[in-house]
DNA sequence: ATCGGTTTTGCGAGAAAGTGCAATAACTAT
DNA sequence: ATAGTTATTGCACTTTCTCGCAAAACCGAT
């Protein structure tokens, strides 16, 4: 919940609408659309503006709080912890497997020495099955 | 160009339209944005409509004529080829790899050792930088 | 070549996400 | 505590994408 120090050192405003933002993406482990984050503020807050939602997203983001990953073709969001940079998410029971930042390393380096490409994964969301619902399949 | 067999196959009707969503897919080797394929179908036959493009689009995806992929938020469109299943995109000169299926081999396995988790890619599209600019970066 | 059944299209309307701008609220210095 | 400066919000509007429906186009059978 470092957030808030974060946005204050950064010289941003510190408002009501920001601070249940950051609520709304710290009340859970699992990963918001912005539609649940929309409805969480508007929920404890009547009047608060999609808009408003949508550019604290994008200011959270780029102040290095919260990331934004794409899954399905819907944008979602998760805050950011040290440790864990990369999320492995069932398609089945939709449960979230936090991973290694070096999950990539030995990927990393087939890439590169099979394409010279030097690739960059910043809070990948994987897609799959989890070990429970692998084994129900 | 086999699309136009394939939605010949299932029973589907070969429009002017459809045909140029096809050409404007098979124009080049990059990844389309919705946009550029608007612009395309656009430009040659005007007054199709926005929805047709998407509609088709939709629908040639799920015949398995072109896959649509997400990089950097927006969705980008590309034909389906045999060996080709994913792209590396350089993100300062923008050209595109293509890469072999079995890259993701080691990788997969990778995270069901580690975390008992079946990972499954699908027209992966990676960004990062190619040998060229790598080396001036 | 024409007809008829079915698909497809374009149109209007609408949801989701993003943007510019004037009014408002937060923070700083007094 | 107050005033002034600057950031932030809400509003209205734009863009991107989707959907239902009536009109039009396609394609196989005649």
Redesign the pocket.
Known sequence: MSCIKTI?EK????????QLIVDAIHSTQEHL???QIIAYVQDRTP??????V?????LLEEAGCIYKSELG???IYHHNEEGHHHHLICRKCGRTIDCKDDIFRQFEKTLEDRYGFKATFNHMVISGLCTKCKRLS
């Open positions: 204050r010289g941003l405003k510190l408002t009501l609408q920001r659309t912005s539609d009047g608060i503006n999609k808009s408003t949508y550019r604290t997203l994008q073709g819907q944008l």
